[in-house]
Nanobody, 122 residues
C-alpha cells in the first residue's frame, strides 16, 4: 500500500495551491480519504475528509477556502486550497481509512502518505 502526496510549494498569502494524492497497492472501494497537516513541534491537525459516497467535512479554519474531492476510479483525491494564509503553512499529509463513514481523527486512518510542504508567505 502506498500513498503519494504532491503539489505543495511556496505561495504568497491570498494565493492558491492544489494538492493531489494517488493511492496504490489495494482496492480502495468504500474507503474514506483525508488530509491532515502538521506544523513543526505540534501534532497532526485534521483538515478535510471525504467518504466513498461524497460526504465531506472540514476543520472550521479552512471552510470556504479549501475544497476536497476524489476520483474513485483513479484512486486519487485532491485538496484545492484558495485564499491561503500564512497560518496554513505546514506539511500536508494524505491518508486513507478503512471505513465508509467520514473520518476526522488521526487514529481512524490506516494508511498515510509521506507529506508535502506548503509554505505561505505574508
Amino acid at each position: 500500500v502506498q500513498l503519494q502526496a504532491y503539489g505543495g510549494g511556496l505561495v504568497q498569502a491570498g494565493g492558491y495551491l492544489r494538492l493531489s494524492c494517488v493511492a496504490s497497492g489495494r482496492d480502495y472501494t468504500g474507503t474514506s480519504m483525508g488530509w491532515f497537516r502538521q506544523v513543526a513541534g505540534k501534532g497532526r491537525e485534521f483538515v478535510a475528509a471525504i467518504t466513498w459516497t461524497g460526504t465531506i467535512d472540514y476543520v472550521d479554519s479552512v471552510k470556504g477556502r479549501f475544497t476536497i474531492s476524489r476520483e474513485n476510479g483513479k484512486n486519487m483525491w485532491y485538496l484545492q486550497m484558495n485564499s491561503l494564509k500564512p497560518e496554513d503553512t505546514a506539511v500536508y499529509y494524505c491518508a486513507a481509512a478503512n471505513t465508509i463513514r467520514i473520518a476526522t481523527t488521526e487514529d481512524e486512518y490506516d494508511y498515510w502518505g509521506q507529506g508535502t510542504l506548503v509554505t505561505v508567505s505574508s
